[in-house]
């Protein structure tokens, strides 16, 4: 949340990245629990988002299997990232939109372009106008131009292409970072086209993306490496923090990465050392302060009664009556008759008929 | 209830002709029951209940005013006219033998049965849309909910709250048993009570101690009531049952407390509350042999709740002098002799499937009757779902081996990716006896694209509900007054003798026959192998011709052919 302050340099500042709100799509495709850590890298990135202000009802959490109440899990109700449970990043307080099956390609697109059926609540859309900076956060298996979900289908890079040139379309939109952690991540962001996106990935074409530690109580990999280093680096923003996207690029060299982490800013029209971590990872709160006095009307009006309330008889009902039921008829269905009959009396009549009458009739049907 | 005058009880005014702006728009209580097992392990089970007098059905009014009650589910009540709601997450399988019977019952993942009012014309769409939005209140995947695994049972699910009209045409029934409880369930859950997770016994509920259980529930019952029976009021109640293991929760000695249980101790009540309570069970510990409690209280209350009658130890947290010096309440139990056998339930259930091979099979649901002398009729409810194709013909019931005739059956066939089966029956149980009900299946092949992103897990078919009014050793309350503890005036008790209770039995994992997913992939391969091999050898052979071609001559040899040229010599090949 930024305080709005009369200084001139901050104002420029406040007015020179042009959103009014943010949200977030946090996506982990991958199920079973020796994939633990991409879990705990999109909680990750989830804790650092909701700490630096982006509420739950601006974040779209999609997470493919649940490992905080696995029962493998030691530790029930969390989700470590680093070795000797240092840090839960579950917590308390999470909201998960999309869980288990739910997290498909198709829902996946669905919520990106906005067209979901007419009865998703709203915590599972992404309500984003032309004016909203949006963070993408994908992590998962992939390969060179493909990512897995679930171990049963995959999105190709074109696909996400496309999905982004439609959110483009229908100004879904203002700037959009996409950040993929997953093996040759940057095929991934190769086909982009469209305006206003800028895209990290933690490994190159031909690379692949290394986990981090693994922890012996638990017995699998915590984290994955990338995001480690990014989860380091996150925390250390707070939300009037001046970093700005050169710092984000440097993060996690391939000294301690082993891969070669990418980034594509080609499309993006603003200089990225003048964009903020905050302007992806935090969310805007403008502040209006007013010194004149509101008058609220009083809108509430006396209840009237229409004529005497209908007092019905108040009784619970029996919950086992069993005499009821034993005499209960059973629901009368409108009766058909059985497939096949219709069609069997008529060929019955017709031969009936042309028995009886002989068989030069015939050629007055036929 | 014998009870020493309670303190602080607002009444409600009952909702007469010309009223303006209620001055009390409803009440909250809570109150936490501990009881402990026989087993050394412990139960404790919270409820919060919200009162509230108003109509959300009523023609032309709007309710826009919400205090106690939480806005969310008041919105939901009065959009989809939904005259009762009950909806549970259950992680674990309650263990009827070793706890016996809980106070509100639930099956293993989540449930949900709701009970449209009749001015509904299409019930279908309303339950549809209702699964979405509870979807996005709970954080849990219901819109898994369709008609492939909802029911309409005809004679269980009675409503729980005031009404006449009992017409199964406006009843819905789903259960997914594959669905996960975890915190993103519980923290909109907290969110709904009035005073949140900040104060009161809401305090006490940390995830990471109440998922490191053997038995986990949280639920939502919300029903139409009648206040001295004289005005409706809406209950809202939020049920949370829990059951922590002593050897799981380490320490191994043979003690609980609420920081041990809960990691946390109580420090005041909910100011929003006007009863706030713990009661712990001291029925099976008269003289203090088998376990000792502190801090001690005068306060004692009985009950009668589940056929019998208990006493409670109450501690009433509205009074100062409950937190003591500390201003902090931690209620220690310690166990000191070793407790005898658990008195067996009177009602039990079980199932399993049998059979082998991955073509057919045969379910077995177990129902036991342990009362000595005395036989009672059950319902039981089975929805199984469509790609289990049952033969109803082999359906058999028997009691002490013998044929029992159920006096009352209602079998819905399933439709292929439509609609479940659904089978009761009303059995009347012989005293002292077990008896089983088999019925032989079929699995289905399922469509490649129908399967599970891991099929080899299986899949899993719903509980079946055995509910029962069975008789009770005590004499029941029929007539419900505000001064009953919640845990005892959940089930409405229309006759003295008996008492109505719900068991579920487990959920049943069965593994369909299922296909190699790499097959298509395969076969697209070899297919396009042996078309470019065989078809494109056979397609150049006979549309190309070969020609030979020369490499160019070194330059010896061109300097040569230059020279001859000028000659007019034949030149060199």
Known sequence: MRIFTFCTIETGQFFSSGHTNNWAVLVCTSRFWFNYRHVANTLSVYRSVKRLGIPDSHIVLMLADDMACNYRNPKPATVFSHKNMELNVYGDDVEVDYRGYEVTVENFLRVLTGRLPPSTPRSKRLLSDDRSNILIYLTGHGGNGFLKFQDSEEISNMELADAFEQMWQKRRYNELLFIIDTCQGASMYERFYSPNLMALASSQVGEDSLSHQPDLAIGVHLMDKYTFYLLEFLEEVHPASQANMNDLFKVCPQSQCVSTPGHRTDLFQRNPGSVLITDFFGSVRKVEITKDTINLTSSLKPLIQSGDMQIESLTYVDQLPVAEIIHQKPKQKDWHPPDGFILGLWTLILLVFFQTYGIKHLKHIF | ?573
């Open chain 2, 1 to 573: 209830f014998r009870f020493p005058s309670p303190i602080g009880h607002i009444s409600t005014c009952p909702s007469l002709i010309g009223q303006c702006c209620k001055t009390h728009p409803g009440s909250f209580q809570e109150e936490l029951v501990i009881r402990p097992l026989h087993s050394g392990d412990i139960y404790a089970s919270f409820q919060f209940r919200t009162l509230w007098d108003t109509d959300f059905l009523q023609e032309g009014q709007k309710v826009s005013h919400y205090r106690l009650f939480p806005k969310s589910l008041g919105q939901v009540l009065s959009k989809f006219s939904v005259r009762e709601l009950h909806i549970s997450f259950t992680q674990g399988f309650w263990r009827t033998m070793q706890w016996g019977q809980p106070f509100i019952p639930s099956p293993p993942g989540a449930e949900l049965w709701v009970w449209f009012h009749d001015t509904v014309s299409d019930v279908d769409g309303n339950w549809k849309e209702l699964t979405n939005v509870l979807s996005g209140i709970f954080c849990a995947s219901l819109n898994f909910i369709d008609l492939t695994n909802t029911v309409q049972p005809s004679a269980s699910f009675k409503p729980l709250g005031l009404g006449n009209a009992t017409d199964h045409r406006f009843l819905r029934y789903a259960t997914l048993p594959r669905e996960i409880v975890c915190t993103e369930n519980l923290t909109p859950w907290k969110k709904l009570l009035p005073c949140g997770s900040k104060a009161g016994l809401a305090v006490l509920m940390k995830s990471e101690k109440l998922f490191h259980s053997s038995f986990h529930s949280q639920a939502v019952h919300i029903r139409p009531i009648c206040q001295q029976c004289s005005s409706k009021a809406w209950e809202l109640r939020q049920t949370l049952n829990v059951v922590f293991d002593l050897h799981t929760s380490g320490q191994g000695k043979k003690e609980w407390s609420l920081f041990k249980m809960f990691s946390r101790t109580l420090t005041e009540a909910c100011p929003l509350a006007s009863s706030s309570k713990v009661y712990v069970d001291i029925t099976d510990n008269p003289e203090g042999e088998l376990f000792e409690l502190s801090p001690a209280t005068p306060l004692l209350g009985q009950a009668v709740v589940l056929g019998d009658r208990r006493t409670y130890s109450v501690y009433d947290l509205s009074r100062a002098e409950t937190f003591g010096q500390l201003r902090s309440f931690n209620l220690l139990l310690r166990w000191k002799g070793d407790s005898g056998d658990m008195l067996r339930p009177l009602l039990h259930a079980e199932r399993y499937v049998a059979g082998f091979g991955l073509q057919t099979g045969e379910i077995h649901t177990v129902i036991y009757n342990n009362h000595p002398y005395r036989a009672f009729p059950v319902l039981l409810m089975d929805s199984v779902p469509w790609y289990l194709q049952l033969y109803i013909h082999t359906l058999t019931v028997t009691s002490k081996s013998r044929d029992n005739k159920p006096s009352y059956i209602h079998y819905q066939p399933a439709k292929d990716r439509h609609r479940p089966h659904l089978l009761e029956m009303l059995i009347q149980l012989p005293p002292h006896s077990m008896t089983e009900v088999t019925v032989q299946f079929e699995r289905a092949l399922l469509k490649w694209t129908e399967y599970t992103p891991d099929p080899n897990h299986g899949f899993y078919v719903g509980s079946s509900v055995v509910s029962a009014l069975v008789p009770s050793m005590v004499a029941m309350r029929t007539n419900f007054t505000q001064d009953q503890p919640l845990f005892s005036s959940f089930v409405p008790v229309k006759e003295e003798s008996s008492y109505f209770v719900r068991v579920y039995t487990e959920p049943l994992l069965v593994n369909l026959p299922t296909p190699d997913f790499s097959m298509p992939y395969n076969v697209i391969c070899l297919t396009c192998t042996v078309v470019a091999v065989g078809y494109g050898s056979f397609y150049n052979l006979l549309t190309r011709t070969f020609q030979v071609d020369e490499p160019s001559p070194p330059l010896s040899k061109r300097l040569a052919n230059l020279i001859r040229r000028m000659r007019g010599v034949p030149l060199l090949t």
